[in-house]
């Protein structure tokens, strides 16, 4: 079955909209892991403006799945993930002014500097990934940097779902994913993702093992509870083997 991330940063964000302790970070890792997910994973920004040192500290105490830590190519952010030892590490693109992350790292401009990071975050003991664009220059990037995998940056597909567009951003992702895949690199896909446009990607690019979904599921939580949302969620996910 295709392995599933819930990403808690927006739980995180609707604490910090009150600038108290309500809803708890942690409290949610935990209703996702008991309702199905594989991992859990967070973005520390630079800024801190959702999830902060003290959340993944605490969710590295209390996460029995796997960890997925988002970071920055930043020097505080490498510090804290080789301090605190997630179990992955996705390297991402961050600017300051951003809602969400708008596309994948260039590792085509920064080879030496993902190859260094991520010796570094191996030694940490943690599998590294790289969240890109699927573009060939970068998968082959990506393999000289000696990442574990990469994340497929999927935000062109999901805007394009139900359009004409969808067929042909659905054949940039399986192109790379079956470049990455014979490159040794494991394949995982995020951004962007639902209940409606996950089955769709999942069934034409089968060399994904992960999907890591946040807004969507956090969203659906709202009106279902998020142990349900995530459920639901896991059980499109069992519907699909990753190559």
């Known amino acids: 079955m295709v392995r599933l991330g819930i990403n808690i940063d927006h739980v ?20 996702a ?3 199905g997910a594989d991992l859990i994973t967070v973005h520390v920004r630079e800024d801190r403006r959702h999830i902060n ?3 993944l500290r605490l969710l590295r105490e209390v996460v029995t799945t796997e960890l997925n830590q988002e970071m920055a190519l930043a020097d505080d952010i490498i510090q804290l993930a080789l301090e ?35 010796q570094k975050l191996k030694l940490a003991g943690c599998r590294v990934f790289a969240f890109v664009d699927p573009d060939e220059p970068q998968i082959l990037a ?9 994340e497929l940056h999927t935000g062109r597909f999901a ?10 951003e659905l054949d940039r992702l399986a192109g790379a994913a079956e470049m990455a895949a014979n490159a040794g690199l494991e394949v995982h896909a995020g951004h962007g ?30 009106f279902v509870g998020l142990g349900h949302a995530v459920s639901e969620m896991r059980s499109i996910c069992d519907m699909f083997h990753g190559e």
């Open 193 to 222: 993702l639902n209940y409606r446009n996950t089955p769709a990607l999942l069934d034409a690019v089968p060399q994904v093992v992960e999907v890591n979904i946040g807004h969507a599921i956090v969203a659906r939580g709202v």
């Open 159 to 168: 805007e394009a779902f139900g359009r004409e567009a969808e067929e042909t």
């Open 84 to 118: 605190v030892r997630p179990d992955h590490a996705c390297l991402v693109p961050e600017r300051r002014q951003e809602l969400t992350t708008e596309g994948g790292l260039d590792v085509t401009a920064e080879t030496s500097r993902v190859k260094l990071v991520t």
């Open 12 to 31: 995180a964000t609707l604490r910090q909209a009150r600038g108290g302790r309500d809803p708890e970070p942690v409290a949610a890792a935990v209703e």
């Open 142 to 150: 990506c393999s000289k940097a000696g990442v574990d995998g990469v």
């Open 53 to 55: 040192d003290r959340d």
């Open 33 to 35: 892991e008991l309702s």
